[in-house]
């Protein structure tokens, strides 16, 4: 069993920055890769940033490449994501995500355990 806490949400005005953070628990976390996906009002849940286990191998949605980073911190069992240039298509629940396995993911069907979600909000 893992459990996943997000943390980092908020309101931000449009080309500013959030850092969202999960830190995970379980006795076989070291075991997941980990991924940030989103879903806003009336959408499904969409990918948006996935790293490897080794933290080594990430991956992007087209809509935030460039403009996001996920990364880890294995001594705190956290996993980042900073955004930058941040747009009001941007808002949603952000959901931190788990899959057992050593390489990055993009669907929502592989996924083993979700956090709870943290709301951003990008004011234009």
């Known amino acids: 069993q893992v459990q996943l806490v997000e943390s980092g949400g908020g309101l931000v005005q449009a080309g500013g920055s959030l850092r969202l953070s999960c830190v995970a628990s379980?006795?076989?976390?070291?075991?997941?890769?980990m991924g940030w996906f989103r879903q806003a009002p009336g959408k499904e849940r969409e990918f948006v940033a996935s790293?490897?286990?080794?933290?080594?191998?990430?991956y992007y949605a087209d809509s935030v490449k460039g403009r996001s980073t996920i990364s880890l911190d294995n001594a705190k069992n956290t996993v980042y994501l900073q955004m930058n240039s941040l747009k009001p298509e941007d808002t949603a629940v952000y959901y931190c995500?788990?899959?057992?396995?050593?390489?990055?993911?993009?669907?929502?069907?592989?996924?083993?355990?979700w956090g709870q979600g943290a709301q951003v909000t990008v004011s234009s």
């Open positions: 379980g006795r076989t976390y070291s075991s997941y890769a």
């Open positions: 995500a788990a899959r057992r396995g050593s390489d990055w993911f993009t669907k929502t069907e592989v996924v083993d355990y």
């Open positions: 790293i490897s286990r080794s933290g080594l191998r990430t």
